[in-house]
């Protein structure tokens, strides 16, 4: 089966004004739409890696012939970021966390605004492209950020939630201001969602699994 782009769960302006219309509109439709373009095309000269997941793929990249790894690794941690991302994000979102996140957040940060004031710098300082996450592993939370497109999934760590730092994701409205977007950024997050992720991360599911639950 060929990966397929997901649709956008709400409309391309629904996010403004933390996050215009055209950066939406290019940024799902050209940049995860090209992740997917090029993650099947590398995948049709092993067809056999149509059976895994993207998730799969990543989590055991040493596991893809050499000749497609670099490119898997590249536009199958896009398919697999973009599909998060559009999904912890909503029209009217943000403010307080609530639920097991808010919980986890306060005992490991102390509060919410240490939190992210932390996960802000940590974007802020990611040289280059790249994300910073919220990423768990064996029953613990960190920040960490990745180069490009790669995944937590990849280090053996659970994806809870992240931001793309990528100049796509803000140039147009925040130009080179990208603390401002990390800032406004939390004025579209899916609380939700990411109380989905993290229980789904405590009971020992993998992303794919919670993708799956989810349709
Ligand atoms: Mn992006």
Redesign the pocket.
Known sequence: MAHELPPLPYDYAALEPTIDKQTMTL?HDM??GAYVKNLNAALEKHSELFKKTAEELLRDLNAVPEDIRTTVRNNGG?HV??TM?WKIMKPKGGGEPNGPIAEVINKKFGNFNDFKAKFNDAGAKQFGSGWVWLAGKSGEVQIITTAN?DNPISQGMFPIFGN?V?E??YYLKYNNRRPEYLAAWWNVVNWDEINHRYEAFKSGKSVHELEMAHR
Request: charged share 10%.
């Open positions: 940024h940049h995860h896009g970021n973009h991302f497109q793309d990528w796509h994701a």
